[in-house]
């Protein structure tokens, strides 16, 4: 016994101190950790977008027109010549004034290109003070849409700044748009990733390549999900600051024009047609060289692989919670090998050659699919899980085997051993195929919950929490599956029959609502963030029993209808609600509740719609409420746009309804009543 609990204990330490270490990012490791991942980019070969490039005003141009900043006439003329580009990004800023003429001159440039977007710095000291007239100019190039998208539903965050360093009111004036240029750096003062826009003023701004885009494809860029933006079906992920991580390419591949080859008609002005055009400076003690993963760089080729990776699909994908489970295998197999295996050179042979196997593969699906893995804090884990169960095993070298033996033929879930006591035929695998009602609830934005609480107190506030959801599925017959994170899984009418058991779960879910609301009360008073829940209930046959293995099983459910259920609880959330059931569900019920029709869902992976319900609180708001929203659906079903939406208006305005608001979306969108296809889990 002691034996077991020392590699447990080892185990638990390794897992706590690699798993802190990683989601805390903590330092010098994750300097270590993007360093070690930068050999990415020297290993692939892909090519940049032939349609994007550079003008630099570089030490040739320096040489022949002066120290920068130079007249701004000369600079007119050298974008006069980039007249045909179909946008020209201007990675320079005009803060001061010169000559009227030349500030003029320079705008009547800009002002005569196909699209120019100026750029313009937020910062977090006062630079500049602004007027209204120049506000209200910077004002139109927004990101309006996109701002409301991110304030309906809080998600993706981005950085913001209090004040602005801009152009000059002839040169913000001439430009088609403006953009900002800031940039953010990573923890080892590299910049590796992408700001897509940011805040200035409670205004949501683009970046200088995304205001390029929005003028080259005359689109808008769209919220698609809390991670994910789009702009002209190029979908672009974002990480959890709302950044792009980019995808660098060799120097040597960026297309580099000096300014002064542009002046003196080395390079046609024809060339440039149909292209997007980025104008910075390179020169030393003028321009602006940024440390990136491949090494010292100007900063205009920042938005040059940006615009490359969107255009040519080169964005990078990061499944974050690969590298975790990556990690995580790398610390359980020196844990599991040691059982088996009695040789420490054996199994560090093994240890390592499954690491570089890994390693090999991860590097490989970034070449080929752009997928980027972090391999460092799986090694730091393995490391330490080496380190870790090999000192336990040295100290246990002569009781080894009889560890070994004992800990695996006396292994037992603990949750099945009443039963086993009990009937120890029940530990035979096995299930049966019985209708069940099936519920889940989640606690929505639980991250960030999290994230505003120390580990002490995010246990017992949800301890205060599922106690009472608890309470609420086993008073009503139900069978409480397990906890999944911040999610309660439960299901009606097995082991024990349960009549009317959609019913049962119906009435649970009702008084977890109700009892969630008296826990917020408690939580207010305490000054402690409200909690919000969504439930999905959904009837159906599925498999119930013993499953699992001979060594590891649980009385459980599976089946599709339990997909279903977890699906449906998602998508309370899309509608506002708090509880959602199943038409299947909604046909089983005979108690007197308060339902009312949504919409009939293809839930993804799923051929056939289901029509969901939304389980109501039993009051009278909910009785007047429903009568007119009925109403205002069957009108909305009918095609009678322009009634329906004069109820479903009230239902808002009055009630705050928030499915009335979903269809308000939809009529202004001119959708009519039918099928709504989800392409998310």
């Keep these: 016994m002691k034996e077991k609990l020392l590699y447990l204990l080892a185990i638990s330490i390794v897992v706590l101190v690699s798993l802190l270490l990683q989601l805390n990012r903590v330092e010098p490791f994750e300097s270590f950790s993007l360093r070690f991942n930068d050999i990415n980019f020297e290993l692939q070969e892909k090519d940049p977008n032939k349609n994007i490039l550079f003008v630099a005003v570089d030490e040739p141009s320096v040489n022949e027109y002066g120290r920068w900043p130079w007249n701004r006439e000369i600079l007119a003329q050298g974008i006069d010549k980039l007249a045909q580009a179909d946008v020209v990004l201007m990675d320079m800023i005009f803060s001061e004034p010169t000559s009227q003429k030349s500030d003029l001159i320079l705008g009547e440039s800009l002002s005569n290109l196909n699209a120019s977007v100026c750029g313009f710095f937020l910062r977090h000291t006062s630079t500049q003070v602004m ?7 910077l004002g139109d190039s927004s990101l309006d849409l996109l701002q409301s998208q991110v304030a309906q539903n809080n998600m993706p965050k981005f950085a913001s700044a209090p004040y602005a360093e801009i152009n000059i009111l002839p040169i913000l004036e001439s430009c088609s748009l403006s953009g900002s240029f800031s940039t953010v750096r990573a923890s080892d003062d590299k910049l590796r990733e992408y700001p897509i826009s940011m805040y200035f003023n409670d205004t949501l701004y683009p970046s200088l390549a995304i205001q390029g885009l929005r003028l080259k494809f005359d689109k808008d860029i769209t919220r698609v999900d809390e991670k994910r933006v789009e702009l002209n079906s190029h979908e672009m992920t974002l990480n959890r600051d709302g950044l792009v991580r980019l995808n660098f390419y060799k120097q040597e591949q960026y297309e580099i024009i000096s300014f002064l080859d542009v002046m003196q008609g080395k390079v046609s002005a024809e060339y440039f047609k149909n292209k997007i055009v980025i104008l910075g400076i390179t020169e030393v003690g003028a321009g602006d060289i940024v440390s990136s993963p491949i090494g010292a760089i100007p900063g205009p080729l920042l938005h040059y692989t940006f615009l490359s990776n969107l255009l040519e699909g080169h964005l990078i994908v990061e499944p974050e919670v690969v590298s975790t489970l990556i990690m995580l295998f790398s610390i359980f197999l020196p844990f599991i090998l040691v059982f088996f295996i009695k040789s420490i050179r054996l199994r560090t042979f093994i240890n390592i050659s499954v690491y570089i196997l890994i390693y090999l593969t ?12 972090d391999l460092f804090y799986p090694l730091l884990g393995l490391l330490l899980s080496i380190a870790s169960i090999e000192a336990v095993a040295f100290t246990q070298q002569e009781n080894s085997s009889r560890f070994m033996r004992g800990a695996f033929s006396s292994y037992l879930s603990e949750d099945l051993l009443d039963q086993l006591i009990k009937n120890p035929k029940a530990l035979s695998l096995g299930g049966e195929k019985k209708e069940l ?12 919950i999290s994230e505003s609480m120390d580990a002490q107190s995010l246990v017992r506030l949800l301890n205060r929490y599922f106690t009472p959801m608890t309470n609420a599925v086993l008073e009503h017959k139900g069978m ?41 009360e408690e939580l207010k008073k305490e000054g402690i963030p409200p909690i919000h829940i969504g439930i999905g209930i959904n009837t159906a046959g599925v498999v119930v029993g013993n499953i699992g293995a001979n060594t590891r099983f649980n009385y459980t459910v599976m089946g599709d209808g339990v997909n279903l259920a977890s699906r449906v609880e998602g998508l309370t959330k899309n509608y506002g609600v708090d509880i959602l059931i199943t038409e299947f569900t909604f046909n089983s019920i005979k108690s007197d509740f308060i339902t009312r029709e949504i919409e009939p869902v293809k839930v993804k992976g799923k051929d056939e719609a289901v029509l969901l319900y939304e389980l109501m609180p039993t009051c009278e708001e909910s009785r007047v409420v429903k009568k007119l929203y009925d109403k205002a659906l069957s009108i909305y079903k009918s095609g009678d746009f322009a009634q329906a939406q004069t109820l479903f208006v009230e239902l808002v305005e009055v009630y705050k309804d928030t499915p009335s608001a979903y269809f308000l979306k939809n009529i202004k969108e001119s959708k009519q009543w039918g099928v709504h296809k989800m392409d998310t889990k």
């Design 131 to 137: 007027d209204e007239e120049e506000l209200d100019i």
């Design 480 to 520: 409480l599956d397990k906890y999944i994170g911040d999610a309660v899984m439960a299901f009606y009418n097995a082991p024990v029959d349960v009549e009317n058991h959609a019913d049962e779960a119906c009435q649970s879910a009702l008084e977890m609502i109700e009892r969630l609301d008296s826990l917020n």
């Design 362 to 373: 991860v590097r490989y699906l970034f070449v080929s699919q752009m997928l980027y893995i």
């Design 437 to 448: 009602s099936v519920l889940f609830s989640d606690i929505r934005g639980f991250t960030s």
